[in-house]
């Protein structure tokens, strides 16, 4: 089955890139080969996608199950979507990490933060420690495509700065994180064979193997 043609084409004819019909008998035999050698590869790369596809949907069911089973051996059910999870094989040569990963923003509280933030740097240009004010202004930074960075910005509630506006403006960036959306992983590994304690992935990324 060609993957690339939306109607059945007439005996005999062949479609090109423009959408013309042209006959078999004009396109040369290196055409056809390349043309056939696509077609078969494609599709079994579509058969290889729908059957990761298949082993993801049923790898979280089956860890979902297997974390509710757990739980009820403590009288308790789990609700909502599953944290992050290990699971190691009864020898330890095999673990399976599942990890939620959540997407977050910034709502317009953020803006209130930097505002505050800024008035401490001004006041404090003079006598504060110039590594901070990098810091503080590498953190509101953003990239190419404007986007900030959030660890950055997030990392500055690890400083130990007593103002009471900076305590504000690091109250102000806790409750302006806003979680957008979550995804899903799950990851694959096991134990090296060089005796130590270390794990490998088992790649299903055609890029890595």
């Not at 007593?162 to 806003?178: H, L, P, T």
């Amino acid at each position: 089955m060609n993957t690339a043609t939306q109607f059945e084409l007439p005996p005999g004819y062949m479609q090109d890139a423009q959408g013309r019909l042209v006959p078999e008998s004009l396109v040369k035999p290196i055409d056809k080969a390349r043309d056939q050698l696509v077609q078969e590869l494609i599709a079994k790369a579509v058969a290889v996608n729908e059957a990761l596809a298949k082993f993801k949907a049923s790898t979280f069911g089956d860890i979902a199950a297997f974390v509710d089973m757990s739980a009820e051996q403590y009288d308790t059910k789990l609700g909502g979507k599953k944290g992050n999870v290990t699971l190691f094989s009864f020898d330890g040569q095999f673990k399976v990490q599942f990890a939620v990963s959540e997407s977050i923003q910034f709502d317009e509280r953020l803006q209130a933060a930097k505002s505050l933030i800024d008035e401490c740097i001004n006041e404090w240009s003079q006598g504060s420690s110039p590594e901070i004010q990098v810091l503080v202004q590498d953190a509101f930074k953003t990239d190419q495509e404007g986007n900030l960075n959030h660890g950055r910005i997030l990392g500055l509630r690890r400083l130990e700065i007593e103002d009471e506006r900076w305590k504000n403006a690091m109250k102000a960036i806790g409750e302006s994180v806003q979680v957008v959306g979550s995804k899903q992983y799950v990851r694959f590994y096991k134990r090296r064979a060089d005796d130590t304690d270390q794990y490998e992935a088992i790649p299903l990324d055609m890029a890595a193997l």
